[in-house]
C-alpha cells in the first residue's frame, strides 16, 4: 500500500523541479519583465511610457569619464522612456554646478569629494574620510540648494599625485610625504582650477607643505602627456585613469590623508526628481550598480586607449550589464 | 534694437575685462586686468617673434640662392601653394600629436607655416630684378655674392617684406591656438572660456584683431620704407606676346 | 541549466592595442572612419558657401571700382582690415552679433575672401591691354559689350588664379569654424588632438579637400580659357 506521505513527497520534489526548470527557462531568456530577486543578475531597464512628459537635460564635466558617466545616465533615461538632452563637455565643476543652477542642465554626476571641497567649503581637517559620511554630507549640502544628490556608485576615482616610474625610482619616491625638501626643484602641472583647489595645489600647499618651483596650468586633456613628454616632474591625474597603467606612472600614497573619497554621484534638480520619484531612484541604483572600480577604468580604457566615442562604449556598459536588449 | 543693445553690453563687458581685474568665473583666481593681458601678449609675441626670426633666417637667404642662380624655381613657387593648403590647426595638431607639446615644438610649427611665403616671395623678387642691370653688375666685376648682397637684395627688398608681412600676420593669428600645444598666448581666454568668463573670451579677441592689424600696418611702413623712390616693377617676360611691355601692379601672393 | 550572469567585459590589459599605443592604425582608421564624413561635408558646405559668396561680392565690386578708380584705395583698405584680421578672432568679435553657428562662421570666412577676389579681379582687368581694348572699341562694341566680351574673358587667368587661393585659404581658415560652433573637419582634430591617426585622418581630409578643390578650378579654368595655352606659359 503506497504511504501518502511518500507519494506528497515526490510530488513536491517534481513539482519544485519542474518549477526549477521553468524558472531557468525565463532566466535564460534574459529576464525580460522579471523583477530583481536575490541571486538574479541585473535585469532590463523598464520603458515606462508615461515618462514621456518629462524631458531630463543630462550634462557632464569635461574629462572621459565624466562623459562616459553621462552618456550611460542619458542613455539609461531614455530606455526608461524619459526625452533625453545632452549638454555633455561643459567644463569644470563650477561650470556644471552653474548650469545645473540656472537650469541650462537637469542633472550631471558630480563626485562627493569634489563637491565637498570646491562647493561646501568643508575645511582640510573636516573632510570625512569615510565613503558613506562624504556622501552623507555631500547630499545634505546639496539639498539645501534644491538639488537631488542620488545614491553614490561604489567606485572612487580620487585626485592622484603621480610622476613617472624614472621620477620615482631617481628620488626615492612612494609616498606625497616624500616631496618635502624636494618640491622645490619640481614643476607641478594641473588643470587651471587646481591652483584653488584644496585636493589639488592649495591642498599639497597647506596640508603637506609643499612649495613647488613652479605650477604650470595645463588643459586637463593632456594631463598624461605632460608626464610622458618631460616637461612637467609632476602631475595630476585620476585614479581611474588608464594611461596609468599604460605608462608605469607611479601613484604617490596620501600618506596624510588629504584627500577625501570621490564616489560619483548624479546630482539632480528636485523638480526633475520628484516628477521621477522612487522609480527613478531606483532605476539610478540600478545603473550604479555594476559601476566598480575596475568596471570605471575598463570603460575610461575603452574610450582613452580604444578610442572609441563616450556614448558607444556607454551603451556597450548597458548591454553588458544586461540593462539594456 | 534689443540685440543692438546686448551686443554693445557684451563688447562694453569685454573692454572692461582688459582694464580691471576680476574674480574668475571658476573661482579662486583673479583673471582680467590689464597686467594678465599684458602677460599673455608678452608670451604671444615672444613666440611669434621667435618663430618669425628662425623662418626669415632660413627662408631669406635660401630664397636669394634660388633666385639668383635660377635653380629651385619649382620648389620655391609651389611652396606657398603647398603652405596654404595645409591649414594652422592641423599643422598644429600634428606636431602636438608627432612631436610633442611644449615651446621649441611650437616654434616649429610656426616655422614652417612662415617659411613658404617668405621663400617665394624671395625667390620670385629676385627674379624680378632686370637682367639688364645684373648683367652690368657682373660686368663690373662683381662676384656672385656680391651682386646678391649689392644689386638683387636691396632691389627685392619690398616683395621679401610683402612675404614677411604676409607670414608675419599668420603666425600671429595661429598663436592664439598656441594654448592647445601648451603655451599660454593671447588664445589662453578663448580656448579655456571656462577660467576667463564670455567677457575674457571676447577681450582677448579684440586683442589679437587689433594685434595682427598692427602687425600689418607696421611690416606695410616697413615695406614702403625699404621701396626705392621711382620703383616701378616691371613684369618680364610680358605676360602676352605682344610688342609693348606692360605695366602691372605686383601681386604679393 | 546556467544562469547567465551579465557583467561588464573587463580586460587584464587593454594597453596593447595600436592605438592604445598612439600609432597610425590603418584598422583603427577603417573602423571608425565614419566619424569624419559629417564634419567633412560641414567642411566641404561651408567652404564653398563661403567662396561663392565672398566671390560675388568682390566680383561685383572690383568691376564698379574698375569703372570709378576712386573706389579702389577705400575698398582695398577695408577688404585689407578683414584680411588681416585673424579668423579665429573674427568668430568670436561676431559672437554677440551672429550668434554660434555657421552663419558667423561664413560671415568670417567671406570677409577674409574679399581682398583676395577684388585684388585678382581688378589686377585681371588692368592687363587687358590697351591696343585690344581699343580693337574692341574699334569694332564698335559698346563699354558693356567691351566688358563682358572681351575684357572679363581676358582677364580669367588672374581671377581663376585670385579663385584658387581663396578656395585653398579657406579650406583651412575652416578647420577653426567649430570654435564658432559651425562643424567642420577642425571639431574633429580638437577632439582628439594627442593621437597621432585621427589628427593624420582629419587634417589630410583637410589638406586633400584643399588640393580637389584646387585641382577643379584649375580644369575649369583650363576648359573656359582655352586660348591661353597657346600663350607661352610665364
Not at chain 1, 500500500?1 to 515526490?10: C, I, K
Not at chain 2, 603652405?83 to 602636438?96: K, Q, T
Not at chain 2, 580656448?191 to 602687425?215: M, Q
Not at chain 2, 613684369?235 to 609693348?244: D, G, I, K, N, T
Request: aromatic residues 8%; negative net charge; proline residues 4%.
Amino acid at each position: 500500500m503506497r504511504n501518502p506521505r511518500w507519494v506528497a513527497l515526490m510530488m513536491l520534489l517534481l513539482g519544485s523541479l519542474a518549477l526549477a526548470a521553468c524558472g531557468s527557462d525565463d532566466d535564460e531568456e534574459g529576464g525580460g519583465g522579471g523583477s530583481a530577486d536575490s541571486g538574479e543578475p541585473s535585469s532590463a531597464i523598464q520603458r515606462n511610457e508615461e515618462n514621456a512628459s518629462t524631458t531630463i537635460t543630462v550634462g557632464s564635466k569635461n574629462f572621459t569619464e565624466q562623459m562616459v558617466l553621462g552618456e550611460i545616465y542619458a542613455q539609461a533615461f531614455e530606455a526608461a522612456g524619459y526625452k533625453i538632452e545632452k549638454q555633455l563637455n561643459l567644463g569644470d565643476e563650477k561650470t556644471a554646478l552653474r548650469a545645473l543652477e540656472a537650469g541650462d542642465i537637469d542633472a550631471y554626476p558630480e563626485y562627493t569629494g569634489t563637491a565637498l571641497l570646491s562647493f561646501f567649503g568643508v575645511e582640510a581637517d573636516k573632510l570625512p574620510k569615510e565613503e558613506d559620511q562624504a556622501y552623507q554630507q555631500a547630499r545634505e549640502g546639496f539639498a539645501e540648494q534644491q538639488l537631488t544628490a542620488f545614491e553614490p556608485t561604489p567606485f572612487t576615482s580620487s585626485n592622484e599625485v603621480a610622476v613617472t616610474k624614472q621620477t620615482a625610482d631617481q628620488r626615492n619616491l612612494q609616498r606625497i610625504s616624500d616631496l618635502e625638501g624636494q618640491a622645490g626643484e619640481l614643476t607641478l602641472f594641473g588643470s587651471p582650477e587646481c591652483r584653488q583647489r584644496l585636493d589639488c595645489l592649495l591642498g599639497l600647499q597647506q596640508v603637506y607643505g609643499l612649495d613647488f618651483k613652479k605650477f604650470t596650468p595645463v588643459d586637463i586633456a593632456l594631463r598624461h602627456e605632460v608626464l610622458t613628454e618631460g616637461q612637467a616632474d609632476v602631475s595630476i591625474v585620476f585614479t581611474t585613469d588608464p594611461q596609468i597603467q599604460r605608462e608605469g606612472f607611479v601613484l604617490l600614497e596620501d600618506d596624510k590623508g588629504m584627500f577625501p573619497p570621490y564616489n560619483s554621484t548624479l546630482v539632480m534638480r528636485d523638480e526633475i526628481a520628484e516628477q521621477g520619484g522612487a522609480e527613478l531612484e531606483q532605476l539610478v541604483a540600478q545603473v550604479n550598480e555594476g559601476l566598480t572600480d575596475e568596471a570605471m577604468q575598463e570603460l575610461n580604457a575603452r574610450v582613452d586607449l580604444d578610442k572609441k566615442t563616450p556614448e558607444q562604449v556607454a551603451g556597450e556598459y548597458l548591454r553588458e550589464e544586461g540593462l539594456m536588449g | 534694437m534689443n540685440t543692438t543693445m546686448a551686443a554693445l553690453g557684451q563688447f562694453g563687458d569685454a573692454i572692461d575685462f582688459i582694464f580691471s581685474e576680476r574674480e574668475s568665473p571658476a573661482g579662486g583666481t583673479r583673471v582680467g586686468g590689464l597686467a594678465e593681458l599684458w602677460e599673455l601678449m608678452r608670451e604671444h609675441l615672444e613666440l611669434s617673434l621667435v618663430s618669425m626670426a628662425v623662418a626669415c633666417a632660413i627662408s631669406v637667404p635660401l630664397g636669394l640662392w634660388l633666385g639668383h642662380t635660377g635653380k629651385g624655381g619649382f620648389l620655391a613657387i609651389n611652396a606657398s601653394n603647398v603652405g596654404r593648403a595645409v591649414p594652422s590647426l592641423a599643422l598644429i595638431a600634428f606636431f602636438v600629436a608627432y612631436v610633442g607639446v611644449g615651446f621649441t615644438n611650437l616654434v616649429l610649427a610656426l616655422v614652417l607655416l612662415a617659411v613658404p611665403p617668405i621663400l617665394t616671395n624671395a625667390y620670385t623678387g629676385v627674379r624680378q630684378v632686370d637682367r639688364d642691370t645684373v648683367d652690368a653688375a657682373r660686368g663690373m666685376g662683381m662676384t656672385g655674392a656680391q651682386i646678391v648682397r649689392r644689386v638683387e637684395l636691396p632691389l627685392a627688398l619690398p616683395l621679401i617684406f610683402g612675404g614677411i608681412r604676409i607670414s608675419a600676420v599668420n603666425v600671429v593669428a595661429t598663436a592664439t591656438i598656441a594654448p592647445l600645444a601648451g603655451i599660454v598666448t593671447l588664445g589662453d581666454p578663448i580656448i579655456n572660456v571656462n577660467t576667463y568668463g564670455d567677457e575674457g573670451r571676447l577681450a582677448a579677441a579684440i586683442v589679437v584683431a587689433l594685434l595682427a592689424v598692427a602687425t600689418e600696418v607696421s611690416l606695410a611702413g616697413v615695406q614702403r620704407a625699404v621701396t626705392p623712390r621711382g620703383l616701378k616693377l616691371e613684369a618680364s617676360p610680358p605676360r602676352r606676346r605682344l610688342a609693348f611691355p606692360i605695366k602691372r601692379r605686383e601681386a604679393t601672393t | 541549466m546556467s544562469f547567465p550572469f551579465a557583467q561588464l567585459e573587463i580586460r587584464e590589459d587593454p594597453t596593447q592595442s595600436c592605438q592604445a599605443n598612439n600609432g597610425f592604425c590603418p584598422d583603427w582608421i577603417a573602423d571608425n572612419f565614419d566619424r569624419y564624413v559629417d564634419p567633412f561635408f560641414e567642411h566641404v558646405l561651408l567652404t564653398v558657401l563661403s567662396v561663392a559668396i565672398g566671390f560675388g561680392i568682390s566680383f561685383a565690386l572690383a568691376l564698379i571700382a574698375y569703372r570709378r578708380r576712386w573706389l579702389i584705395s577705400p575698398v582695398t583698405q577695408v577688404t585689407g582690415m578683414l584680411y588681416t584680421v585673424p579668423s579665429i578672432a573674427a568668430f568670436f568679435l561676431l559672437l554677440p552679433i551672429t550668434g554660434r553657428g555657421k552663419v558667423t562662421a561664413i560671415v568670417a570666412l567671406v570677409a577674409y575672401v574679399l581682398l583676395i577676389i577684388f585684388r585678382n579681379v581688378l589686377a585681371g582687368l588692368d592687363n587687358v591691354p590697351d591696343e585690344t581694348k581699343d580693337a574692341g572699341r574699334g569694332m564698335g562694341l559698346t563699354d558693356r559689350q567691351l566688358l563682358w566680351r572681351v575684357e572679363v574673358p581676358l582677364a580669367l587667368p588672374e581671377i581663376m588664379a585670385g579663385l584658387r587661393i581663396a578656395v585653398t585659404t579657406t579650406v583651412g581658415l575652416a578647420t577653426l569654424a567649430f570654435f564658432a560652433g559651425a562643424g567642420g573637419l577642425g571639431g574633429q582634430i580638437f577632439a582628439d588632438i594627442t593621437f597621432k591617426s585621427n589628427v593624420v585622418v582629419a587634417g589630410g581630409l583637410a589638406v586633400l579637400l584643399a588640393a580637389v578643390l584646387d585641382g577643379l578650378i584649375l580644369l575649369a579654368q583650363r576648359a573656359i580659357t582655352p586660348w591661353t595655352r597657346a600663350v607661352a606659359a610665364r
